[in-house]
Structure formats: C-alpha cells, structure tokens
C-alpha cells in the first residue's frame, strides 16, 4: 500500500516545542524533495517547507523561518519538522508530501493524511 | 507571504464547464512554469490534477485542464459532475525558493 503517515501532533503550550515526523511505505522517497504544508481548521492549504532530496537544500516560508527546522533520513524513510517557539496561529493540520522532483517543485503526487497540532494554553 | 488570488466560489449545473483563475505576479504565476492545481474533498488530503500549468498527472480525467496569461494561471473542468464538489487551490513556485497557494475555490454542482 503506498503511503505517507504523519505522527507527532497534538496539543502543546505556546512556546514549547514539538517534533512532527512522516514516514513511508510502499513508495521511494529518496529521490524526492519533500514538503509540510499545513490548513487551519476550515482555512486554505499554506505551505511550511521544504528539504531536497539529499537535505542539502532546505527551504522555508516567512511565517515559520527560524522557528522551524525541516529534516529527513533517508536511510529510516523519516522526514522531520521541528516547531520550536510555537504559537496559537500554528495550530492546523500539518500534511508531509512527495515532490515529483529531486530539488522543489509544486508537483507533489503523494500526500499523507495529515496529523493535527493545537497551539493553547 | 501573500496568497494567490482566486475566486472563494464557483458554481455551475452538471455537464456544463466552470474555470477557477488564480491570479499572482511576476515573482510566482507570471514568472514561472511551476504552478499546480490540487482538489481537496472534506476530510481529505489533497490531490494533485494539474502540474506545470497544463499537464495531468497519470490517472487524472481529461476533463481537467489548465493554462495560464501573464499572472494568471486557470483551471477549467468540463463536463462538470457531483463528484467535482470540492475545494480547489493553485499553487506556485515563487521567487526566493518558496511556493504559495491561492486561497481556495469552493466549487458547487448545482
């Protein structure tokens, strides 16, 4: 069966920390970039991340830019996302995705069914 | 990070053909190749059906199709069924290694 399972939320403090994880069965990873994108309940899909295939690029979005770290192994098929400093507007509903290319691209064909994080106090 | 601009809504009867536009600027839509379109069903992850402006991915109909002028980038379905209720958003690679996604396009089968 090919899928990504996401794992990790939950509910935390904001200003804590949280380590969300992906990992994959039935599909190769390794020659893929991969990315978090998140949705807010009843809100749009915003990207958060995103890791070549080798790790050696990483890229983030404005929102989460040294909050956050993205990281993966490829040897354990896992990619990471650690939330430092979280915040309420953090709270939604982080998916992990597949790029169809090595470096980044918007084409992302396989998408795990995401794992919810609630951001309160 | 501003999103792309798309329609909150759109509607049309079965059978007939409906176009989401996804508007965006030269440093995402109009500058580059790499725009996408997913359809999202409540509860459920995204789906990719379009990538590259106007390309399918294996699998999905032929009904979907895209293109883009200038900013804006479009997504039409024709032949329009129920099971095309569902969210729509574009997506684009934008300048400074980033992507961005349009707020979202409720479409209705009346």
Not at chain 1, 87 to 114: L, M
Not at chain 2, 30 to 40: E, H, L, N, P, R
């Amino acid at each position: 069966q090919v899928q990504l399972a996401e794992s990790g939320g939950g509910v935390v403090q904001p200003g804590r920390s949280l380590r969300l994880s992906c990992t994959s069965s039935g599909i190769t990873v390794s020659q893929n970039a991969l990315h978090w994108v998140r949705q807010a309940p009843g809100k749009g899909l915003e990207w958060v991340a995103a890791i070549s295939s080798d790790g050696s690029f990483k890229y983030y979005a404005d929102s989460v830019r040294g909050r956050f770290t993205i990281s993966r192994d490829n040897s354990r098929k896992i990619l990471s996302l650690q939330m430092n400093s979280l915040r309420p507007d953090d709270a939604a509903k982080y998916f992990c995705a597949r790029d169809e290319s090595d470096y980044a691209s918007s084409r992302w064909a396989y998408w795990g069914q995401g794992t919810p994080l609630t951001v309160s106090s | 990070q501003s999103a792309l601009t798309q329609p909150a809504s759109v509607s049309g009867s079965p059978g007939q053909s409906i176009t989401i536009s996804c508007t965006g600027t030269s440093d995402d839509v109009g500058g580059y190749s790499d725009v996408s379109w997913y359809q999202q069903h409540p509860g459920k992850a995204p789906k990719l059906i379009i990538y590259d402006v106007d390309n399918r991915p294996s699998g999905i109909s032929n009904r979907f199709s895209g293109s883009k002028s200038g900013n804006t980038a479009s997504l039409t379905i024709s032949g329009l069924r129920n099971e095309d209720e569902a969210d729509y958003f574009c997506n684009s690679f934008r300048t400074s290694d980033t992507f961005v996604f349009g707020g979202g396009t409720k479409v209705t089968v009346l």
